[in-house]
Each structure stands twice: as structure tokens, then as C-alpha cells.
């Protein structure tokens, strides 16, 4: 069996892309660590392949879910598009969904990966066989071993609820997507742990998806099935969802 560098990875606890970019000689890695990669490559018999053709980063492919006019990650890409920019690198940017069949091929001229999103982690491991430097944005999934920019969601949720509080609310609900998101989890651990300390009650609201039509109803049903809102103060999980109870909440005159 052909020895990858996830296995030197695995021998020397870092990541897959610090590995990848310490046997190119990128300048973004120690030269300690890089002699210590390829140390750890010649003793496991890993093949290094001169890549004298790209000795730096040129090419760098922008993989998300979301549309460029999200109101989100837009944010994230015109950062992506600024830093390449004075580095000098392209950026090129690739939508995929659960229904796009990824073609490794695609990806060949890409020196290295942001995925940005909730990216399944099936579909990130078959990206990680272009054994390419890889960055995961907003989406935390420790066990791949990839390096990984996180907001801190647990304590972000935590400050927001006691933010609330201190303008006087008692009755503080959640609005949340699905908990199979990470980031939506986090979030509701973070409300929890603030209600819990503050003595409070928590009032969770819940939503399938991020469509417009599904937060509505389940305003919708919140209303129908306690005949009052029951609350004075609404935190939601992210931008779209809280946007979309506003405006169904105004439709009901509140």
C-alpha cells in the first residue's frame, strides 16, 4: 500500500495541508518543520515528486454551496478576492450542491483549497485525494485534520442572549436550523449555556431549512399553537432565518 500524506500527517500531528506545502518548500512553513516532514516522508517511503513548475501558490479554488450574493459568504469571498489580490493570486470561484457530481479533473490547475460552508465531509475527503493545501471556512470537522477558520459560535451565542438580558428581557427565544449544521449546534449550546446562567427559561424555535417559506411557517405554527408570541426578544442562527422571522412576524402585525 503507497504510503500519503496523511499518513506522515498522522505520524507527525499536523495537518494535511501543512504536509503538502513543507514538501513544496512553500515559504509559509518553518524550515524546522519542513525538514522534519521530509524526514518523517524518507523514513515511511513516501515518493516526493519535484513540482519545480509551481514552487509557490498561484492558483486557488473558491469551493462553497452558497451563491457569490449570499449574504453571509459574499463577505468571506471579497476577502478571499482581496488577499489574492496583493498576493498576486487567482482566485477561481466554484459553486457545487448536493447534486453536483464532483470531477477531480476540474480541480488540476489549483495549487491549493478554500472550502467555505457546510461542505459534507464525504465530499471533502474526496477533495483531500488531490492532496492539495486545503482550509476549511465555517465548518469545523476536527478528525480530517485540516486546517480550519471558525467562528467562535458557542461564546458568540452566549454574549448575544446576555446582550438581550441587559436590555430588560426575560423571555429570550432561539430561532435554529438544523443541528446536523455545526455551526447551528454551537450556537444553540451557546444560547443555552446564557439562559441557563441567567436564570431563565429557553424558548427554541426550530426550522428544516434555510427556505423562506419554511422559517415563515414555523412562526407560523409557533403563533397557532400558543395563541401569543410568548416572548420579547428573538436571536436567530444566522442572518437569512432572522431576516425571514422579522418580516413573517410584521406580516402577523407584530
Not at 54 to 75: K, Q, V
Request: charged share 20%; aromatic share 8%.
Amino acid at each position: 500500500m503507497s504510503v500519503r500524506m496523511r499518513d506522515i500527517a498522522d505520524q507527525l500531528g499536523i495537518s494535511i495541508s501543512t504536509v503538502s506545502l513543507a514538501l513544496r518548500a512553500a515559504p509559509q512553513v518553518a524550515e524546522e518543520t519542513r525538514l522534519r516532514v521530509i524526514d518523517a516522508a524518507e523514513q515511511l517511503g513516501y515518493s516526493i515528486r519535484p513540482r519545480q513548475q509551481r514552487p509557490t501558490l498561484s492558483h486557488i479554488a473558491f469551493i462553497t454551496p452558497d451563491e457569490p450574493g449570499n449574504d453571509f459568504y459574499s463577505g468571506v469571498l471579497n476577502g478571499a478576492e482581496s488577499e489574492c489580490r496583493r498576493l498576486g493570486l487567482s482566485l477561481h470561484f466554484m459553486q457545487i450542491d448536493s447534486t453536483t457530481q464532483i470531477r477531480l479533473a476540474n480541480y488540476t490547475l489549483a495549487d491549493g483549497l478554500l472550502i467555505v460552508g457546510s461542505v459534507d465531509e464525504d465530499v471533502i475527503r474526496l477533495f483531500q485525494q488531490l492532496e492539495l493545501p486545503t482550509v476549511l471556512v465555517d465548518n469545523n470537522i476536527p478528525f480530517l485534520q485540516l486546517d480550519r477558520i471558525l467562528i467562535d459560535n458557542v461564546y458568540s451565542l452566549y454574549r448575544a442572549t446576555q446582550c438581550a438580558h441587559s436590555y430588560g428581557h426575560q423571555d429570550i427565544a432561539f430561532l435554529c436550523g438544523p443541528t446536523s449544521i455545526s455551526s447551528f449546534k454551537e450556537r444553540l449550546l451557546g444560547y443555552r449555556a446564557a439562559v441557563a446562567d441567567l436564570g431563565l427559561s429557553a424558548i427554541e424555535l426550530y426550522f428544516e431549512s434555510g427556505d423562506a417559506r419554511d422559517v415563515a411557517n414555523t412562526m407560523q405554527r409557533w403563533l397557532d399553537q400558543h395563541g401569543r408570541l410568548g416572548f420579547t426578544a428573538l436571536i436567530g442562527c444566522n442572518d437569512k432565518a432572522t431576516l425571514r422571522a422579522f418580516h413573517a412576524l410584521h406580516d402577523h402585525g407584530i
